[in-house]
């Protein structure tokens, strides 16, 4: 570290990167990370999940990480449950489509449906 301002740049990103994580949002979006969907870029599919909430300003759906799913040829694999709806399980999500389900389906309700995993 160099500086008190880059101290409280990092605290300020892991302030943001728990309040992703929290309960008591209207849902959550769920992204397998076990080594398999790792190894099919599920850091990357992350990582476009936090920037898509911060850049449309989706604060009230928690993001969490899981492990294996056990659908390893489907990886990445994220799983959107909101308030009032099934769950919705995407396969092999990478960062465009992440972005797509943010905007299609957590802000405006619509399933991308023909990247439903079931």
């Given at each position: 570290m160099k500086s008190l301002d880059e101290l409280r740049k990092i605290r300020?990103?892991?302030?943001?990167?728990?309040?992703?994580?929290?309960?008591?949002?209207?849902?959550?979006?769920?992204?397998?990370?076990?080594?398999c969907g790792i190894a099919a870029g599920a850091r990357?599919?992350?990582?476009?999940?936090?920037?898509?909430?911060?850049?449309?300003?989706?604060?009230?759906?928690?993001?969490?990480a899981a492990g294996c799913a056990g659908y390893c040829e489907r990886e990445p694999l994220v799983e959107v449950e909101l308030e009032g709806e099934e769950p919705v399980r995407y396969g092999k999500v990478d960062p465009a489509l992440a972005?797509?389900?943010?905007g299609q389906h957590i802000i405006n309700g619509q399933r991308v449906e023909e990247a439903i995993f079931s």
């Open positions: 300020e990103e892991v302030k943001k990167s728990m309040e992703m994580r929290e309960g008591g949002k209207r849902g959550k979006v769920v992204v397998c990370m076990g080594t990357e599919t992350m990582n476009a999940f936090m920037k898509a909430f911060e850049d449309k300003g989706v604060s009230d759906v928690a993001l969490t972005e797509k389900i943010v």
